[in-house]
T-cell receptor, first 115, second 113 residues
């Protein structure tokens, strides 16, 4: 079965500092991995996805994530935090082939950006 | 513009009443999903549907019902049997098959008192 663990339910960074949100996965099939962002009272928006091509994936809003198979990780980073990055971030992994459920989501990380 | 619409944005109901949440998509996606979101608990899958007239229970289907009579529509009914219905409800859709990524609607916040 597939699973996702997001370390740290809350992360605080200062404006201009590095953002690092951690995601580790477990998958019995070659993983497809996703990061979503959710602003208050809104739906989820896809930030980026890994689908077995380049291991360093660039997404929207200056975010990127690196797939590390040996560490079963897909951490999300941004070199310089902006106040507008304050949101909740979800990591997700695809379910096994043929599964109609498609994705398993982590429990989310709330990012706070301090002025 | 293609996308997913959920209505209403905010919904208030009295305990014991059934309520139906709307979800419509014009993305021509085959698959549609309903999730429930509570603070600190991430997304929990309620129901999902891969094709018209077919749907499956997710992890927390008790107290909920759905229908999928049209490809574009996947309404969710929160019945009086749902013990704790106050939550944020998200609808999503995806292309059936290899894409996997899901597109989300703006959500409906349901408050039951």
């Amino acid at each position: 079965a597939q699973s996702v663990t997001q370390l740290g339910s809350h992360v605080s960074v200062s404006e201009g500092a590095l953002v690092l949100l951690r995601c580790n996965y477990s998958s019995s099939v070659p993983p497809y991995l996703f990061w979503y962002v959710q602003y208050p009272n809104q739906g989820l928006q896809l930030l980026l996805k890994y689908t077995s091509a380049a291991t360093l994936v660039k997404g929207i809003n200056g975010f990127e994530a690196e797939f590390k198979k040996s560490e079963t990780s897909f951490h999300l980073t941004k070199p310089s935090a902006h106040m507008s990055d304050a949101a909740e971030y979800f990591c997700a992994v695809r379910n096994s082939s043929g599964s109609a459920r498609q994705l398993t989501f982590g429990s989310g990380t709330q990012l706070t950006v301090l002025p | 513009d293609g996308g997913i619409t959920q209505s209403p944005k905010y919904l208030f109901r009295k305990e014991g009443q059934n309520v139906t949440l709307s979800c419509e998509q014009n993305l021509n996606h085959d698959a549609m999903y309903w999730y429930r979101q509570d603070p600190g608990q991430g997304l929990r899958l309620i129901y999902y549907s891969q094709i018209v007239n077919d749907f499956q229970k997710g992890d927390i289907a008790e107290g909920y019902s759905v229908s999928r009579e049209k490809k574009e529509s996947f309404p969710l009914t929160v019945t009086s049997a749902q013990k704790n219905p106050t939550a944020f409800y998200l609808c999503a859709s995806s292309i059936r098959g290899t894409s996997f990524e899901q597109y989300f609607g703006p959500g409906t916040r349901l408050t039951v008192t």
